[in-house]
């Protein structure tokens, strides 16, 4: 296993963090999973309060009994997001859930869960709120770091690193969210400048999703993922956690492992000592930046196409449609149409709105026909 310092904390941190968030229904095998980890070298754990209602931590503490001296605990207060029903004592019940679901006495790196800048600039800084409890409990000692969580844009992801009150940051980043093609009108997506922020501001960088929530395991057969594979990388998600890590600003890559034989697979992707020569590297990006170019002339994703009289989701038809035009994810990309229900592009009635509202001067009612074709079988 490769370490890392997180930030500028002085902790080495294992390249492979356990995501917590999807654990295995069987929870002694849930236990077990997270055991061979430790065992392997691994040395962080993230979970949060959210996770099954605490059910995630209590399984994580099970893990960690009487080997809390060989990890770092990650985990997350998620009260901001009750919004109809936050208020200080709320963000003080979910802490000390978090304390006693965990089963310890401190918390390593505690984030703020999901953050927005809305939430930052309001609820979280309110006076007797979130960020003083977190400042006296880093007093206290029974929290480390102060740190957070976030999908908002990478704009404001960075402003609020620069408000100098944290530690780390954990963010999505992954093949095919990275820069600004696919999905880049998605919060979280394009986050390569936040996390470049973070690196010189001295933060720690935990990234979420670097086999993209899944995507990319189901990536085998795709011609487009085949060509990235080089000598060294065994297998597609071996690829993406190893482009991940292949970025300076990067302390861990979070993985959410629900087997013993991914486990051991990804502590593997995780233990060379160089993630990608830089030849590789450079062949990957290449690759991501000619798809990221070839998605952009079907659609950016900008949604002046918005809204449709018939309810179309017209970005989100062709941000599938790329899934399968670009990145042959055909299957991802049919579970993602089929979501679209009523709002798919049989909706349609080409009354051509859509094509006047258009910077790109896409022809969306024919690609409307070539998405629903393509992805409704």
């Not at 690196?199 to 899944?214: D, H």
């Not at 309810?311 to 449609?321: D, H, L, Q, S, T």
């Not at 001067?361 to 690609?367: G, L, N």
């Amino acid at each position: 296993m490769q370490y890392r310092e997180y930030g500028n904390t002085g902790k080495m941190v294992s390249a492979l963090g356990f995501g917590a968030m999807r654990l295995p229904d069987d929870d002694d095998y849930a236990v077990e999973c997270m055991r061979r980890y430790l065992d392997l070298g691994g040395n962080l754990i993230d979970s949060a309060y959210g996770y099954g209602g605490g059910h995630s931590e209590e399984l994580v503490g099970q893990a960690i009994k009487g080997r809390r001296d060989e990890v770092y605990i990650s985990t997350k207060n998620s009260a901001m997001k009750k919004r109809g029903d936050y208020n200080a004592d709320l963000w003080k019940q979910y802490m000390e859930k978090n304390f006693r679901a965990l089963g310890v006495d401190r918390i390593d790196f505690y984030h703020a869960h999901d953050m927005t800048w809305e939430e930052f600039t309001g609820p979280f800084q309110e006076p007797g709120g979130a960020l003083e409890m977190c400042q006296q409990a880093l007093d206290e000692g029974i929290i480390d770091h102060l740190c957070f969580s976030s999908h908002d844009t990478p704009e404001n992801i960075i402003k609020m690193i620069d408000s100098d009150l944290f530690d780390g940051i954990l963010v999505q980043y992954n093949i095919l969210d990275s820069r600004s093609g696919t999905g880049a009108h998605q919060a979280g997506a394009g986050n390569e400048p936040a996390i470049a922020h973070a690196r010189e501001k001295g933060l720690g960088v935990l990234i979420m999703g670097p086999v993209a929530g899944g995507r990319l395991a189901m990536a085998a057969e795709s011609e487009q993922f085949k060509a990235m594979l080089t000598e060294s990388t065994a297998s597609v998600p071996d690829l993406a956690i190893r482009y991940v890590l292949a970025n300076p600003g990067v302390s861990a890559a979070l993985s959410g492992m629900n087997t013993i034989q991914m486990v051991e697979e990804n502590c593997a992707s995780a233990s060379h000592e160089e993630p990608l020569s830089e030849a590789e590297y450079r062949q990957i990006r290449e690759i991501v930046q000619r798809n990221e170019k070839l998605a952009e002339l079907y659609c950016t994703g900008c949604g002046y196409c918005q809204p449709c009289p018939q309810g179309v989701a017209i970005p989100k038809i062709f941000e599938a449609m790329n899934y399968h035009r670009i990145w042959g994810l055909t299957e991802h990309a049919k579970e993602l149409y089929g979501r679209l229900g009523e709002a798919n592009a049989e909706a349609c009635v080409e009354c051509g709105e859509c094509e006047e509202k258009c910077p790109q001067d896409i022809s969306i009612i024919e690609q409307l026909k070539e998405s629903h074709a393509a992805l409704s079988e």
